[in-house]
DNA sequence: AAACCGTGGAG
DNA sequence: TCTCCAAGGTT
């Protein structure tokens, strides 16, 4: 979708960006961003040329601004001003892809419209808005967050990065975030895809992960929204401010054309002054670190039907997934039968489970083997925090991504 | 500070 | 199928 883009509308009153605009001239060719051999001292003065890597800071900042303005894609939080409708989609967006996101996003904004709605809201209730979504704590602390904002800055979200970051769930990529999406301020963002934009840029070798890289990313991030804090606002109407415009353009870069593989560097706005592009290398920026092992985890889990209606048990708080149900669910030591370890801890008779087959799903670095096993029991089994519920009720409980998926399954 | 947290799309 | 990785934060 490539349409009226850029372009940031408030509700009810959609501007419309005017087409093409200006093109900057064909940029000068200038040196590529890297570390090169410094001047001698021999070298007779010339009118300074400041270092490579500062003098056309604003000219970076001015290309991918208008690169911004002209072809950035058309997402729903794209056409609210609302910080607090930006805060929900930055933390949605939070190591989750743009297409995911948007149906949740406005549900999410339909249902709990400011913080005030939010924070009254039953936790239930917020949870299940978040089914499938992952990353569950992300829903409890956006509440609790909301609850926050509304007893100590009257309903209105802080506008400063150190504010922001005091907020649960906030951090230095989300505050740099808010701060300047939502308010225009000169703060600076770094995540997944800014740190490829840059490293490649500046064929900056290492871990970005490692503090000595993590900070020159960091201190490049800033001096470029500092610069865009320093250009002049296009007076186009539909433009978006310089600073948010600036920062979110980062990112689209990353994610649409400075991508992982296959970086489509004749679009990019930086082409002329990439150092990895230059030496055909954009492929080796970042050096990502090795990923943790991948360890495998069994589980069995019962299907258990009581007349109509199925058990299901709550999470408890404090544990991984709290507050969501699922359905019983065994983690089995290396090797264990599964059929019997399941009808031992539910006290029924080994015969009563019947195999349903297995379910497979990965979490961050486990992969995940459910064996399912169903029966129709006579009678009603206790278990801890469990409860028999029907169809209709299972329906409005809110499951993990896997048990959402069984319980579609089920007659 | 390394480990942990979910899920889905892309290749 | 399998790996990578996505608008990261918390402990």
Redesign the pocket.
């Known amino acids: 979708m490539q349409r009226a883009n850029g372009v940031e509308r408030s509700p009810g009153n959609v501007r419309q960006r005017k087409s093409a605009t200006t093109r900057h001239p064909p940029a000068a060719l200038t040196a590529p961003q890297v570390a090169l051999p410094k001047r001698s001292p021999r070298t007779p003065a010339r009118p300074a040329k400041a270092a490579p890597g500062t003098t056309d800071l604003p000219r970076r900042a001015r290309l991918l601004i208008d690169w911004f303005n002209r072809s ?2 058309d ?1 729903p ?2 056409r609210t001003t609302d910080p607090y409708a ?1 805060w929900v ?13 948007i149906p949740y996003w406005e549900r999410w904004l339909r249902e709990f419209p400011d913080p005030a709605t939010l924070a009254a809201a039953p936790e239930a209730r917020v949870l299940k808005l978040w ?8 829903a409890r ?1 956006l509440q609790r ?1 909301a609850q926050t904002v509304v007893r100590e800055h009257g309903s209105r979200l802080p506008d400063t990065v150190a504010g922001l ?1 005091e ?11 808010i701060a300047s ?1 939502a308010y225009n301020q000169p703060a600076a ?8 934009v840059l490293t490649r840029h500046q064929a900056w070798p290492g871990d970005p ?1 490692s ?1 000595e890289l993590n900070t020159r990313l960091w201190a490049e991030a800033q001096q470029l929204v500092d610069a865009a804090a320093r250009l002049t606002q296009p007076r186009n109407s539909g433009a978006v401010r310089n600073c948010s415009a600036l920062n ?1 353009a980062l ?2 870069l ?2 649409t054309v400075c ?4 970086p489509r560097c004749d679009d990019c706005p930086w082409q002329t002054t990439c150092a990895a592009k230059a030496r055909g290398q954009t492929d080796r920026f ?1 050096e ?1 670190a ?3 092992k ?2 495998l985890r069994y589980f069995a889990t019962a299907l258990l039907r009581h007349k109509d209606r199925w058990l299901v048990r709550q999470r408890p708080t404090g ?3 709290a507050g ?1 149900w699922e359905f019983p669910n065994l983690e089995l030591p290396d090797n264990t039968e599964p059929r019997t370890a399941l009808a031992q801890w539910l006290g029924i008779p080994i015969q009563q489970l019947e195999a349903a087959g297995t379910l ?8 995940m083997t459910q064996h399912l096993y169903r029966a129709d029991v006579p009678r009603a089994v206790a278990l801890e925090s469990a409860r028999w519920v029907s169809p209709a009720e299972l329906a409005e409980l809110a ?7 069984l319980a579609a399954t089920l007659a």
């Open positions: 950035a894609r997402l939080w794209r930006i989609s930055e933390i949605m967006l939070q190591q989750t892809q743009v297409a995911t996101v089914e499938g979504l992952g990353y569950y704590s992300r602390n967050a970051k907020l649960a769930g906030i951090g230095p990529y989300t505050a740099g975030a999406i963002l770094l995540d997944g895809n800014v740190i490829r992960r503090r979110q990112m689209e990353g994610a991508t992982p593989t296959s970042p990502t090795a990923r943790p991948v360890e544990i991984v997934n969501y497979r799903h990965a979490i961050t670095r486990y992969r499951l993990t991504g896997p048990h959402r998926r």
